[in-house]
């Protein structure tokens, strides 16, 4: 977080604008390792629906770690390749 005036004399702390905020440290989707759902949803422009539907009909791998699904990027690499 960085600081700045406040208005008032004083500083605040401003979220998402340090080194490490989202907006800096994004990977394309070529950089990640694996996906979530959701991440694979909004980077390839198709609904999470779409995407729970192919992970349950076998097209697209996916494991579980606790309560998520997590894609690796190989997998995502030949869902694609066999569309």
Request: glycine share 8%; aromatic share 4%; net charge neutral.
């Given at each position: 977080?960085?600081?700045?005036?406040?208005?008032?004399?004083?500083?605040?702390?401003k979220?998402?604008?340090?080194?490490?905020?989202p907006?800096?440290?994004?990977?394309?989707p070529?950089?990640?390792?694996?996906?979530?759902?959701?991440?694979?949803?909004?980077?390839?422009?198709?609904?999470?629906?779409?995407?729970?539907?192919?992970?349950?009909?076998?097209?697209?791998?996916?494991?579980?770690?606790?309560?998520?699904?997590?894609?690796?990027?190989?997998?995502?690499?030949?869902?694609?390749?066999?569309?």
């Amino acid at each position: 977080m960085r600081q700045g005036t406040n208005g008032l004399g004083g500083t605040e702390e401003k979220e998402g604008t340090g080194p490490m905020s989202p907006a800096t440290t994004a990977e394309t989707p070529q950089e990640r390792r694996a996906f979530s759902v959701s991440t694979l949803a909004a980077d390839y422009s198709v609904s999470k629906q779409t995407i729970y539907r192919e992970i349950e009909e076998g097209r697209l791998r996916a494991k579980r770690v606790r309560s998520r699904l997590v894609i690796p990027r190989e997998a995502v690499e030949e869902w694609l390749a066999s569309e």
